[in-house]
């Protein structure tokens, strides 16, 4: 019943009471009242009333060392302050803690982390407000170290920062890790909560892990939006790694429901979330699962516009997403909304089903393979790609590295790139890559050179499978204009070079009024290297090439043998030429 911070007052202070509580006796002006934390088991209870209470420097941090209830107003009339000179509350291990209708302001932490918080405990946070909070290093409002646990409902996160030290800050408003013994669980869930201009190096908002032998972090969050959250290296709002130099690997999960990132950015890669599975002692396991409508948007880095997800050194990524919508996220490098790599040994799975990818520039999707035994799969189904500048899918495998995509049921409309307006398929140097679509339409999509809707080429030795069935192109086109003079496939295009095989099979798919100089449909070339084509029960219609190949244009170079489309034609059975036109060199359906 004051504002003053003291240990002897006139009326019972915060830390008075709190002492009480710590004391399970009543002291000077301060008694105990009995109350309960969801109903489980009986605590002290505080009631703070309409005050800013201002946390005496000289006392510090108010230590909280038995089971307790703190609760406030509201928010905007119980504030507690720090002062920008100490942190407010430590919580000691596995005690019980409930705050409530509070605002935690200005605490600073200038050694460890928690500026406002330091949590060995099991705290919870409802209809909190944690606003500028700072420390040194890691957790700007809240550090969270095993056996901790922390749940959080109806509360904001505004301002607060993790404090560079010597190039490195973790989690600018909480930071959480488990490091120590074997087979244990930390979790933080987060509901109905914003996170608003946190900062750090790694994890903006969040940072949080576990390493060990059998250890597991577990974070989720619901119906959460995070914005302008910013990483001065990576993951602008979310940082998750599985492992550190030094320690053995854990397994990390996020899973993320019906939430919002929003123009939050990282200087180096992963705007909004940046995670990793690695191998460095044991192997590191990091699982992301994001569903119900969550939306990304105007998220920024230099990979992974909105999400950077990675496999090294033998760690395993599994990476789900249902009912997610990407919209204008940007990357300078690649992979405007997701960039997704593997190397050395490694796997890394994404699945994507019911998703939409609009105006992300750098492309929509990243996903690459490279290193030996280095293995990713992407499987895409029900999902809009529309407007998307830099390729919509972009996979690339190299050196061994193992790449298997899929496609079904969706639709790429209106999207753009030097090659591959929709997809582009890369195999090179003793690498085997597969890539399925499936009932798929392509509309509109563009290039400046080859392969309007898609562009797959394979080289140095590497093996690429392409199959497409019971699919539409229509009004794709590879550049036409004067300065295009040599754009290939307005459609599709496809090579083999330097000693590698493409096996190219096209069955019941439509292709109309798309547009190149050379090949208006399908460009097929060869240099050195072997194209294996099927084509059946297929229909070109009203296909134009400005120079040859109305629909189907096969170029042979050194090396190559075969006629028509490609090195070799296995088989073309069934298929129907309607219409399509060759302005130059002639072959209205087919040229060589």
């Known amino acids: 019943n004051t504002a003053a911070d003291a240990q002897i007052v006139f009326g019972c202070s915060l830390r008075e009471a709190i002492y009480a509580a710590n004391n399970d006796a009543d002291t000077l002006g301060c008694s105990e009242v009995k109350g309960t934390v969801s109903g489980v088991y009986g605590v002290d209870t505080i009631v703070v009333g309409n005050y800013h209470i201002t946390v005496s420097p000289n006392l510090g941090r108010m230590m909280i060392n038995s089971d307790l209830e703190i609760k406030g107003i509201s928010a905007q009339n119980t504030i507690i302050d720090g002062n920008n000179a100490t942190s407010i509350f430590y919580v000691s291990t596995d005690k019980r803690v409930l705050i409530e209708n509070v605002s935690l302001i200005n605490g600073k932490n200038k050694f460890l982390g928690g500026g406002a918080i330091y949590n060995y405990g099991i705290l919870t946070l409802t209809n909190v407000d944690l606003t500028n909070n700072s420390a040194e290093n890691h957790g700007g409002a809240i550090d969270n170290y095993y056996p901790a646990k922390l749940k959080i409902k109806n509360s904001n996160f505004a301002d607060n920062a993790a404090i560079d030290a010597n190039g490195i800050s973790y989690g600018g408003a909480i930071y959480s890790t488990l490091s120590s013994g074997t087979n244990k669980t930390s979790y933080i869930t987060i509901d109905n909560s914003t996170f608003t201009n946190n900062s750090a190096n790694y994890g903006g908002a969040i940072y949080g892990h576990a390493l060990g032998t059998g250890n597991k972090f577990n974070l989720g969050i619901n119906n959460t939006t995070f914005s302008n959250n910013l990483a001065r290296k990576d993951g602008g709002a979310i940082y998750i790694p ?78 789900t997403l249902n009912q997610v919508n990407f919209s204008n996220n940007s990357a300078e490098n690649g992979g405007g909304a997701i960039y997704n790599e593997t190397l050395s040994n490694s796997t890394n799975t994404l699945s994507i089903d019911n998703a939409t990818f609009n105006d992300n520039i750098g492309g929509a999707i990243m ?195 075969g006629v028509n489309v490609g090195a070799i034609i296995s088989n073309i059975h069934n298929c129907t030429f309607d219409a399509n036109s060759a302005q130059t060199y002639g072959g209205g359906a087919i040229a060589n």
Not at 264 to 289: K, Q, R, W
Not at 294 to 299: I, Q
Not at 376 to 389: E, K, L, P, Q, R
């Open 242 to 319: 599985s492992n550190l130099s030094g320690f053995s690997a854990g397994t990390n999960t996020l899973i993320i429901n019906a939430s919002n990132f929003s123009n939050n950015s990282a200087e180096n890669n992963g705007g909004a979330l940046y995670g990793t599975a690695s191998n460095l002692n044991g192997i590191g396991v990091t699982t992301l699962v994001i569903n119900n409508n969550s939306n990304f948007t105007g998220n920024l880095a230099v990979k992974g516009g909105a999400i950077y997800r990675e496999a090294l050194n033998g760690g395993i990524s599994t990476f």
């Open 367 to 561: 996903g690459i393979a490279q290193g030996a035994g280095g293995v990713i799969a992407v499987d895409v189904n029900a999902t809009t790609f529309s407007g998307n500048s830099g390729t919509a899918l972009y996979r690339y495998a190299s050196n061994t590295g193992k790449n298997a995509m899929s496609v079904k049921n969706s639709t790429f409309t209106n999207n753009s790139a030097n090659y591959g307006g929709a997809i582009k398929n890369i195999v090179y140097s003793a690498t085997l890559q597969t890539l399925s679509i499936d009932n798929s339409n392509f509309t509109g999509n563009s290039v400046q050179y080859n392969g309007g809707a898609l562009y797959s080429t394979t080289s140095n030795g590497g093996i690429n499978n392409v199959t497409i069935d019971n699919s539409n192109f229509t009004d794709n086109t590879a550049n036409i204009s004067p300065g295009g003079n040599s754009s290939r496939g307005g459609a599709i295009y496809a090579d083999a070079y330097n000693d590698s095989i493409q096996n190219f099979t096209l069955n019941n798919s439509n292709f109309s009024n798309n547009a190149a100089n050379y090949g208006g449909a399908i460009d097929s070339n060869t240099a050195s290297g072997v194209m294996n084509i099927n084509f059946s029960n297929n229909n070109f219609t009203k296909n134009t090439a400005t120079k040859s190949g109305g629909a189907l244009n096969g170029v042979t170079n050194s090396g190559g043998a």
